[in-house]
């Protein structure tokens, strides 16, 4: 399909695309990689009044290491991403994750900050910035702030940010000594994951000492498993103890049924995945 | 005379990369999508949200006065000039054949269908301007399932006909004299098994999608379309709108793809018709990806009860099979006739004493069904081969043991089938041993034994599909019966050009088969020229004015036999003018390699490319010989031909997450002599990709308000080469005996043995767990709940005991 018309801006500056948003309206979007945007457009499920193309804003694909963290600009391409030393070592789980989203194509020409901004619940990078406690920075009228992970993902297709605001960059604390794994499951290999699970195991001595995990598409959020984190918790690192806390997985949450999977069938699945996700972070 | 370099005879069977795919892979070529024509418009087409109700009201007059806009209409403003589509092949004297318009005119019968249309200077404005088209809808009551439309209360898809049957067609081995009653056969039987299965919906999914451009100039209308049947369309055109056949030229362009898909006449092709007439000047429709998944006809979509009777032993006695064929809303060029194709191949490779095959075509307020890659022989196909492996299990015997006490053997052939069709050979032994060695069947049998006994979390499964196919359509006489409303003939032109290069018409229509490099392939055989020297043209009336098209497997299996005839003929032509040329009586004369010998003096020799300057020039003919070598053949075959073969799947099943992946897949197949085992191979690999795309991936999904559910790529689930295996495949050639080159066909058999190789491994895998069947597509959650619900059922059986 063709989508409706729209009036285009691409701004240079970050302060110029926070000012062309704000001219813009509510109707304003704001286009990064345009892999989620541009088909919404052609199927006319969204027909915004102005797009704001962030792909003449310079500095956002860059991606830098300011001590703690691992900072992200937002229109960092998959393919960048996951072709970036800093964090193919200091975020290996990123690294991995995006490999496994979509296709060579969307890898690259889609973004990391479009992902997380479109906030999806089905993609595969809500969830691994959710492991990660990845805090977003974002530009508005009134400045630039930092939002969490927990904070950032609101609601389907709806984070913290406001119509005004856009996403800049993402920081992404450094993990040593942590073994991470992202537990994808789909339909086809380019496809969605009916669930994914994002994991960050931590050993000290036979022992875990910390565990993060997050789901992909068990909510309208990707949603933290904090049932299995808390059974992790200083717990011995054995396959038991694996079994019986990915078992608490699915607690407490609402994963819907479509046409790909039913909500039950998604919430064994996150069991099963939790399980392997663990198994392959825990290096067991 | 100059001596050229001639081809040895030896094009045929060599692995010749493909003269077209430069063009059609950079896409620098003509596509109907490309074509722009001076003044022409872009049409938009408004289809229906309701899947039935009646139209009360349109105003197209507020899309009028948009930008851009030249024109608007309904179905009323063109009803006296859009014609009717037709339905080539009602099956039975008394087929329920509902009017057909191409854009609706009081009712809409499935979501998707055209109720009106804009054009403009441009497609966006064509496409913004329909959402300012005013339209009422009343609803009304909807049908989707195939049993409830045949209840007494049923609400109808078209009120007028009284019924949603369209009709009930049927064969009996008994009556027909080919075999014994089935009542029979079921009354005696050591075993009776009973299965139903469901075809899915599917999509056929081509590349490109559908595009028509018409050009009205004077009073000859040209229409591109990227369709698989051009002369078809012309034929159609002129019958079903009252434009004189002579007026009409139609072109298909190269074409992206069909499977089938193309094997139509479009409500869209004549929506764009009736546009440029009603305009008088060019205008271009180009559906939309949405579009496409949504209003092209879709394939399969049965309920299939069949029951197989059998000896203790294994040995079948009878075989019965009752059909639901869904049609969808309207009945398309051949829609009735998908399923009955079908009916002649229950009964496969096996020797079946008794038959009994019903088929019901049912209305329902969904896109219309029609030919699918294998058009009824993949479901038939499907059927047999998952009942032979529950037999098999049934009796605890290898199911490759139970097909081969049951296979026609080698030495039998040609031999005459309880359905009614002769096969004319093949060697089921010999395809199957093959493919067993490349499997190494024992071995992963071992290790499936190993799996079960540790209880492995992945399950192994192991599937067979022993198939045969029906394909070179096809004997007109046969197709007569049938009710078919045309021929299965095939043409073809040789035109010998002054130097001696060579231009091939023929009456297929390639949409990315590789006839362009076929065909010359068989020329430079056939006529000792190079390779290179051959133009292979199609699809266009008026360079190609003759011909049926391409689907069912036919291009090479009919239209290379029409071509080798052509050949024969300009050779025969040519020989007199060599003898002449050479001074001596023609049947001093040899033709080999491109050359006219004098027999015994090797040296003096002219070749083809001499006698077409000769009768170019005509300076020195023999006398009362016509100065042309050019020559036209058509062939009608006597028989269908009948490729065979043997394709084997290992899955692996995850039971905890219901997850299968083919571990290993060994196709082999017995199409005949091969001209190019490139293009054969390809049609294998794509062909298993598309079947096994049924077993696992596919589903078209209505909700219960004919909604299409599977709108978009994202729900439509095509596999892409990540999903698949690397494919083992082999061959055996039995040569076709009523061909000249021996040919079968092969675009086809990949489709038809794949999928229940497929399903059959994954139900092998959980028969342990009691699983006994897996609906398609087998889903990560159907193989999961199969398990849960087998477990489930064990758990109930053991507290009764």
């Known amino acids: ?284 | 005379m100059t001596v050229t370099e001639h081809g040895s005879g030896t094009e045929v069977g060599r692995d010749r990369r493909r003269k077209e795919d430069a063009r059609l892979i950079t896409g620098r070529t003509m596509w109907t999508e490309n074509i722009t024509l001076p003044g022409m418009l872009h049409l938009a087409i408004l289809r229906s949200p309701m899947a039935h109700a009646r139209i009360s009201h349109v105003d197209v007059s507020p899309a009028r006065h948009l930008p851009g806009v030249i024109d608007a209409f309904c179905g009323r403003d063109i009803a006296d000039i859009q014609g009717a589509l037709a339905c080539a092949w009602p099956v039975t004297e008394d087929t329920v054949v509902p009017d057909y318009p191409p854009l609706a005119v009081d009712e809409v019968r499935h979501t998707g269908e055209p109720v009106a249309v804009v054009a403009a200077r441009d497609r966006a404005s064509a496409q913004d301007a329909l959402e300012a088209i005013e339209i009422d809808y009343e609803p009304l009551p909807v049908v989707m399932d195939m049993e409830a439309a045949l209840t007494a209360d049923s609400p109808l898809v078209h009120s007028a006909q009284g019924t949603n049957k369209s009709y009930t067609w049927i064969f009996d081995s008994a009556e027909a004299g080919t075999g014994g009653a089935v009542a029979d056969a079921e009354a005696e039987a050591e075993v009776v098994l009973s299965r139903r299965y469901r075809q899915q919906r599917l999509v056929p999914a081509f590349m490109e999608p559908r595009s028509v451009v018409v050009d009205p100039t004077g009073d000859q209308i040209t229409m591109w379309s990227a369709t698989q049947i051009p002369h078809i369309l012309r034929l159609m055109l002129a019958m079903c709108t009252g434009t004189p056949e002579h007026k009409i030229r139609v072109i298909a362009p190269d074409v992206g793809g069909g499977f089938g898909g193309k094997l139509q006449i479009t409500p869209e092709e004549f929506i764009t018709f009736a546009a440029a007439r009603r305009l008088n000047r060019p205008v271009k429709y180009v559906e939309s990806r949405s579009e496409s998944m949504l209003s092209a006809h879709h394939g399969r979509d049965q309920i299939q009860d069949i029951t197989l009777s059998a000896r203790g032993d294994g040995t079948i006695t009878g075989l019965s099979v009752k059909l639901l064929a869904n049609m969808g809303a309207y009945l398309g060029i051949v829609t009735p006739g998908v399923p009955i194709l079908g009916a002649f191949m229950f009964n496969a490779i096996y020797k079946v004493p008794a038959y009994r095959f019903e088929c019901t075509g049912v209305f329902t307020n969904t896109t219309k069904t029609d030919a699918y890659r294998g058009a009824g022989r993949p479901e038939a196909t499907y059927a047999i081969e998952r009942l032979m492996d529950e037999l098999a299990a049934e009796l605890d015997l290898d199911p490759i043991e139970l097909r081969r006490r049951n296979w026609i053997n080698h030495d039998e052939f040609p031999y005459t089938t309880v359905a009614g069709l002769t096969y004319d050979s093949g060697n089921y032994e010999a395809a199957t041993d093959h493919a067993m060695q490349l499997f190494d069947y024992d071995a992963l049998r071992r290790e499936q034994a190993e799996r079960r006994a540790s209880g492995d979390p992945i399950q192994l499964g192991i599937g067979v599909s022993t198939y045969t196919e029906m394909c070179g359509l096809a004997p007109s006489r046969i197709l007569g019966q049938l009710r078919y409303g045309a021929g299965g003939w095939e043409s073809a032109s040789v035109r010998m050009l002054p130097t001696g290069k060579v231009e091939v018409v023929t009456g297929t229509s390639p949409h990315g088969q590789g006839h362009e490099t076929a065909w010359s392939q068989i020329v430079a055989d056939q006529l000792g020229v190079p390779f290179e020297d051959v133009e292979v043209l199609h699809g266009d009336t008026r360079t190609s004015h003759k011909g049926l098209d391409t689907y069912g497997s036919r291009s090479l299996a009919v239209g290379g036999t029409a071509l080798v005839n052509a050949c024969q003929k300009v050779v025969d032509k040519a020989k007199p003018i060599a003898a002449h040329l050479l001074e001596c009586d023609p049947s001093d004369l040899e033709f080999t390699d491109g050359q006219f010998r004098v027999k015994g003096s090797p040296s003096s020799a002219k070749t083809l490319a001499d006698c077409a300057l000769a009768v170019f020039t005509s300076h020195e003919m023999p006398d009362g010989v016509e100065p042309t070598l050019d020559a036209d053949a058509t062939y009608d075959p006597d028989n269908f031909s009948f490729p065979h073969g043997t394709h084997l799947c290992a899955t692996e099943v995850d039971t905890e997450t219901g997850r299968v992946t083919i571990r290993s897949y060994v196709a082999v197949d017995d199409v005949g002599r091969v001209v190019n085992p490139l293009i054969v191979e390809g049609q294998v690999h794509g062909g298993i990709a598309q079947g096994v795309a049924q077993a696992l991936y596919e589903e078209a999904v209505y909700d219960a308000d004919g909604n299409l559910m599977t709108g978009t790529f994202v729900d439509y689930t095509v596999p892409s080469p990540a999903d698949l295996p690397d494919f083992v495949t082999g061959r055996t050639e039995t040569p076709a005996p009523g061909h000249p080159l021996g040919a079968k066909g092969v675009g086809e058999a990949g489709t038809i043995a794949s999928t229940p190789a497929v399903v059959n491994a994954v139900v092998d895998a959980l028969r342990p767990a009691g699983v006994t069947d897996v609906a398609m597509p087998c889903t990560p959650e159907r193989v999961w709940q199969a398990i849960q619900a087998a477990q489930q059922k064990s758990a109930t059986e053991g507290g009764d005991r």
Do not use: C
Request: proline letters at 5%.
């Open chain 1, 1 to 284: 399909m063709i989508p409706a018309a729209f009036e285009y801006t691409r701004p240079s500056s970050v302060d110029g695309a926070v000012q062309a948003l704000a001219e813009g309206g509510e109707d304003a979007k704001i286009l990064a990689g345009g892999q989620s945007l541009i088909p919404m457009l052609r199927l006319r499920f969204a027909a915004p009044s102005v797009l704001v193309d962030l792909g003449g804003v310079g500095g956002m694909r860059d991606i830098h290491d300011d001590g703690e963290h691992i900072v992200v600009g937002a229109m960092a391409t998959h393919h960048d991403v996951m072709s970036n030393q800093l964090i193919r070592e200091h975020a290996p789980l990123i690294a991995q994750a995006t490999a496994t989203v979509a296709d060579r194509q969307v890898r690259h020409l889609g973004t990391f900050g479009g992902s997380l901004a479109h906030a999806d619940p089905a993609g595969d990078l809500p969830g691994v910035a959710s492991a990660l406690d990845a805090t977003f920075e974002v530009a508005g009228p009134s400045g630039r702030r930092m939002v969490s992970a927990s904070e950032f993902f609101v609601d389907y297709l709806t984070t913290a940010m406001e119509p005004d605001e856009l996403l800049v960059a993402v920081h992404i604390p450094k993990l040593t000594g942590w073994g991470t794994h992202y537990e994808k499951f789909n339909r086809v290999a380019q496809a969605w994951a009916l669930v994914g699970v994002a994991a960050a195991v931590r050993r000290s001595n036979g022992t875990i000492t910390e565990a993060r995990v997050a789901l992909t598409n068990m909510g309208t959020t990707p949603v933290r498993a904090h049932g299995v984190e808390e059974a992790l918790a200083d717990a011995p690192a054995d396959e038991g103890t694996l079994r019986d806390a990915a078992a608490r997985a699915a607690e407490g949450t609402s994963p819907t049924s479509d046409l790909s999977a039913s909500a039950d069938y998604r919430a064994h699945l996150a069991t099963v995945l939790t399980r392997r996700a663990l198994h392959a972070a825990g290096g067991l």
